[in-house]
């Protein structure tokens, strides 16, 4: 309670004298506390512009302070009579003293009532919804309570929580992220559990599913995901120093879209945030490029079920080559080998000595949810079905069922273990794609590193040499020394001389022992993109049916979260992680060099960890 002399008290209900015989010492305190901690609550029944306490609490305060506090309706109209002014000049009073009841009771008006931020001098109605708030205190909680939202009279904007509507557009707040997050117009999410989901999916590859599985069935596993998506996009815009505007109309996952797609295209433009990186670890830039075979479903028609532009061709027959409409009810024609096609195919998905058959050949390393239901399975997307040729030889006609799936994901990876590139291989790992994929990365030549190691550099030599493209002229390209050893033949010159990493002393630390022997070792991980690979692996089993907005925001976001860790680990084991100069020109005209820890390890190292020297473009 606030420190006020008894004496000072007992003025403020001289006119009351009745309440000091039928009230108790701790009546006082509770409703003190009470009406305190519910302020901001009755604040919205004032008139505009008032700074001062209503005359009267509102019916539905006044009856939930008589049910707390066991009192009847005159006491608690003389105690608020003879206490407003009182408690309107207090802070929140101490609640410490209130059971967990109480404080849950409260929590429907007072602490979990959510309000529009905005602190407006007009408003014109009052909204009021029932809601839940999921939160992680003691486990996951679902506790009910109230959103408010406020009209202004004149510009006809509405306040919400977390934003305000104008437009047909919701203009969220911008910093600091919210507490509660509002993932449905009739729930919210505490933001720290949005943290926690997070942590589940990066260090443990555990699927939204059963995310809500492991805390608490009463949150299913859309809320989790959208509670991640946006969670993700509030700090992004917060990070980049705007608000987040999405729109007010459609259905929740229908507004995070183009959101999505936003930042999904600002990173294949600009770059990850750690492209750069450099760090003490080694002498010189070295990365390892390789690919995964993680994939997504694509449009049918090859590098391009079927995109918009081509929904016509549902309704044409699935044999490769044919052009003809699909019979009604059948993916094939009437021509009767198409039809056998279709026939085997659907025996062979009948069949159960199959079913453990197609789960090897999804890769999939464990079941999307261990409490799931019986479902239809989806056949391998990328095989050609019924395409078995015959023991005459006679070429058989091919169809692909199925939907098509991207082939691969490659990625960049520092030898340090930082990701610093992702992209998406669609028909093949081909040598010029690989090659396309770097120039995308590193558009400038300035910007390329040292060394580039990849286990199929021979190729990718023999394919510059042949096109005369002398843009990696400058850089080292070896093939990887577990690669180089297990799969490159020693009867292959042209790799024996260009692509054997013992060939540049730069890549070989010698040392001398105490007995005068030499002895060699790597500088470089050249294996840090398999070791990447098996951590990326895991998630092939969440992101394998997700839509391409989908899978590149949420494989962009976990890289963004690991490459956190891995750079907050270099700094704190003294190997001073930083971005190499850029030829890439910021939208201020600035380059930035030195010493730069992301925001998120900023926060939890201090100021110590930001050192950053800024150099206008002119100047470099």
Not at 146 to 162: E, G, P, Q, V, W
Not at 341 to 351: H, M, P, Q, Y
Not at 386 to 402: I, M, V, Y
Not at 407 to 425: F, P, S, Y
Request: proline letters at 4%; charged letters at 25%.
């Amino acid at each position: 309670m606030a420190t006020l002399p008894v004496a000072d008290l007992l003025k403020h209900l001289e006119n009351y004298r009745g309440l000091l015989e039928c009230c108790t010492w701790l009546d006082l305190d509770r409703f003190i506390c009470f009406t305190s901690n519910i302020r901001q609550e009755i604040r919205l029944h004032t008139p505009p512009g008032s700074h001062n306490p209503p005359h009267r609490l509102p019916v539905y305060i006044h009856d939930f302070l008589t049910h707390m506090l066991q009192l009847s309706d005159a006491v608690v109209m003389q105690l608020w009579a003879g206490l407003k002014n009182y408690v309107w000049s207090l802070d929140n009073h101490a609640s410490s003293h209130l059971t967990d009841e109480e404080r849950d009771h409260m929590g429907i008006v007072g602490e979990r009532a959510l309000r529009a931020e905005e602190k407006l001098a007009y408003y014109h109605t009052l909204s009021r919804v029932k809601i839940v708030i999921y939160q992680s205190m003691h486990g996951l909680n679902a506790r009910h309570g109230y959103s408010t939202s406020l009209a202004c009279s004149d510009c006809k904007i509405r306040y919400y929580h977390n934003y305000y509507a104008v437009d047909g557009t919701r203009q969220f707040y911008g910093t600091p992220i919210p507490q509660h997050i509002q993932i449905e117009d009739h729930a919210y999410i505490k933001a720290d559990l949005c943290e926690l989901f997070s942590d589940f999916m990066l260090f443990a590859w555990v699927s939204a599913q059963n995310c809500s599985n492991i805390l608490n069935a009463a949150i299913n596993s859309e809320q989790v995901s959208r509670a991640f998506y946006l969670n993700a996009l509030l700090q992004d815009s917060a990070e980049h120093g705007e608000a987040l505007v999405l729109p007010d109309i459609g259905d929740n996952d229908d507004r995070l879209k183009l959101a999505m797609e936003v930042r999904n295209k600002r990173i294949i433009s600009q770059g990850q945030l750690e492209q750069m990186h450099a760090c003490s670890k080694c002498s010189f830039r070295a990365v390892v490029t390789d690919g995964i075979m993680i994939g997504r479903p694509c449009c049918k028609v090859h590098n391009s079920h079927f995109c918009l532009e081509h929904a016509s061709l549902k309704k044409i027959c699935v044999v490769i080559g044919c052009d003809t409409k699909a019979a009604p009810g059948s993916q094939t024609c009437e021509d009767a080998s198409h039809r056998e096609l279709e026939n085997a195919r659907n025996d062979v998905g009948r069949a159960f000595f199959q079913l453990r058959h197609l789960i090897q050949r999804h890769n999939m390393p464990h079941l999307l949810d261990s409490m799931t239901t019986p479902h239809s399975w989806d056949f391998d997307d990328n095989a050609d079905d019924g395409t078995r040729k015959s023991d005459s030889g006679n070429q058989q006609p091919k169809a692909r069922f199925s939907r098509r799936r991207t082939h691969n994901e490659q990625l960049v990876v520092a030898c340090c273990g930082v990701i610093t590139a992702r992209g998406t291989m669609y028909g093949a790992e081909a040598i010029s794609g690989v090659k396309d994929f770097l120039k995308s990365v590193y558009p400038c030549r300035e910007d390329l590193p040292d060394v580039i190691f990849y286990d199929n550099n021979c190729h990718l030599q023999s394919h510059l040499a042949a096109q005369k493209d002398s843009f990696f002229g400058q850089v080292i390209l070896p093939v990887d020394v577990f690669h180089f050893k297990s799969k490159h033949k020693v009867t292959d010159e042209f790799c024996q001389k260009h692509c054997n990493p013992a060939r540049w002393p730069e890549l070989v630390d010698k040392e001398v022992d105490s007995d005068g022997k030499e002895n060699a070792k790597w500088i470089f991980n050249s294996s840090a993109a398999e070791q990447v690979n098996v951590w990326l692996g895991g998630y092939i089993a969440i992101v394998r049916d997700m839509l391409a907005h989908r899978f590149d925001f949420f494989l962009d976001e976990m890289i963004k979260r690991r490459n956190a860790e891995v750079v907050e680990k270099l700094y704190l084991t003294g190997h001073s992680p930083y971005h190499a100069v850029s030829q890439r020109i910021s939208p201020e005209g600035t380059i930035e060099i030195g010493f730069i820890v992301p925001s998120d390890v900023q926060a939890r190292l201090g100021p110590k960890a930001t050192a950053m020297a800024r150099l206008s473009a002119a100047q470099a």
